[in-house]
């Protein structure tokens, strides 16, 4: 019963909403509202999955109620009934982005190793000296400075450099991530403006947005040109800390390495906190 209401209720949503209120032509339609085909192209799913769905025959994914929601421009009260008829709780408010007691002592029990912390649309909040000593990232002056996605796609780093083939993972990786954070995330203003921009600043950007990859976890290596000790390549690992809903960044040197012997360097010779809030116009 509940797989029929949700179908129901998929196809009057549909049905209702104008064309033009969600970007689409007007036209000569011989129906009204958005045809399957349109809605799917928007949501990212077939128009026989659209179909099925509307038929009672389809149990979305908590992923797919959200992207048809997004698709639809749905109001927030439209959005938690179709959550609730699909058997899942609706995300609500803004993307969480204070770093709590957890994460705060993640950064400082990783003193010697570089380590900074995103929420889900990959605003750093924090960072930790290690981080601070490697010197990646030169202030622009621009209030993004500090959102990893648009310094990757937009105001690419100078100090960072990675082979073509780990670029491209971790570009894809990003835009996968805020993919996802978007369709948990719908009424995150905020976050619809970083998506806007990116899409509309960066093409390798909106190509993936439009083809998300199915990014589990996630490990890179990029080099760092440290102005002292020369270039420094570091394997970034990807940890989620779910009691914050932030995602940790950590970068370690191959043991024994050359690389391991500069980054020691670097971080000895490092003053001050250990943790160090961030999130204004600085060095990315």
């Known amino acids: 019963m509940a797989l029929h209401d949700l179908g129901v209720e998929v196809r009057r949503l549909r049905?209702?909403?104008?064309p033009a209120a969600i970007g689409l032509p007007s036209g000569a339609r011989r129906a009204r509202g958005v045809r399957r085909e349109e809605l799917a192209e928007l949501a990212g799913v077939s128009a026989d999955y659209v179909r099925r769905l509307e038929q009672g025959r389809r149990h979305p994914s908590?992923?797919?109620v959200n992207a048809i929601a997004r698709a639809l421009r749905v109001s927030a009260a439209e959005h938690e009934r179709l959550?609730?008829?699909a058997g899942y709780a609706a995300v609500h408010g803004r993307v969480p982005s204070e770093a709590g007691p957890a994460s705060t002592r993640?950064?400082?029990r990783f003193a010697d190793t570089p380590v900074f912390l995103c929420d889900a649309a990959w605003n750093v909040?924090?960072?930790?000296?290690?981080w601070m000593a490697l010197g990646a990232g030169s202030p622009t002056g621009q209030a993004r400075d500090w959102n990893v996605a648009w310094r990757t796609f937009c105001n690419a780093h100078r100090e960072i450099s990675r082979t073509d083939d780990r670029a491209a993972q971790f570009q894809a990786m990003l835009a996968a991530r805020l993919h996802r954070t978007g369709l948990r995330h719908p009424a995150d203003e905020p976050l619809a403006e970083l998506v806007d921009e990116l899409r509309t600043?960066?093409?390798?950007?909106?190509?993936?947005?439009?083809?998300?990859?199915?990014?589990?976890?996630y490990e890179n290596r990029a080099?760092?040109?440290?102005?002292?000790?020369g270039d420094i390549a570091l394997d970034g690992t990807l940890l989620d800390v779910p009691d914050d809903g932030l995602m940790a960044v950590i970068l370690t040197a191959a043991p024994g390495s050359a690389d391991e012997g500069r980054l020691g360097e670097v971080v000895r010779a490092v003053t001050g906190p250990t943790v160090i809030r961030v999130g204004q116009a600085g060095p990315g």
């Open 83 to 85: 959550c609730a008829l």
């Open 223 to 229: 080099v760092f040109r440290h102005p002292g000790v």
């Open 15 to 18: 049905e209702n909403t104008k």
């Open 106 to 108: 993640l950064l400082e």
């Open 125 to 130: 909040v924090a960072v930790n000296s290690a």
């Open 62 to 64: 908590a992923a797919v």
């Open 201 to 217: 600043t960066s093409r390798s950007f909106d190509e993936l947005w439009r083809a998300p990859s199915n990014v589990a976890t």
